[in-house]
């Protein structure tokens, strides 16, 4: 793979780590503030329960986002980036583009499921 597009997607994939783990950490820190609150009307409290489930839900798809970008900067490291995890072929540069953390070509990516 071109050291330059191997660069920008690297580049990339921190950048979305970052993000990632700052949303991730604000979803747990409106969790503390929920958690804080005592005395709140039946209405307002269901309100925060519905609120801290979405954040619990959006908390562990953070996590999940920040583990599969560390895996591809981990294959980036040690020259795996690219290949596929099920059938050993390459990954095309257009699908490393636009879901940089794949581990898994289209064809083995439809196959299980997944985009």
Not at 2 to 14: F, G, M
Not at 60 to 86: N, P, Q, T, V, W
Request: aromatic share 2%.
């Amino acid at each position: 793979m071109d050291p330059k597009v191997l660069t920008d997607l690297r580049e990339h994939l921190h950048r979305r780590r970052r993000a990632t783990f700052q949303a991730v950490a604000g979803a747990e820190a409106d969790l503390e503030t929920i958690a804080d609150e005592r005395e709140a009307e039946v209405e307002e409290r269901a309100r925060e329960l519905r609120d801290a489930e979405l954040y619990a839900v959006l908390d562990i798809r953070g996590k999940h986002e920040i583990d599969e970008i560390d895996r591809a900067l981990r294959r980036m490291a040690e020259g795996r980036y690219g290949e596929c995890a099920s059938c050993g072929g390459s990954i095309a540069l257009a699908r490393l583009r636009a879901v940089p953390e794949t581990s898994l070509c289209i064809r083995c990516a439809r196959r299980a499921g997944a985009q």
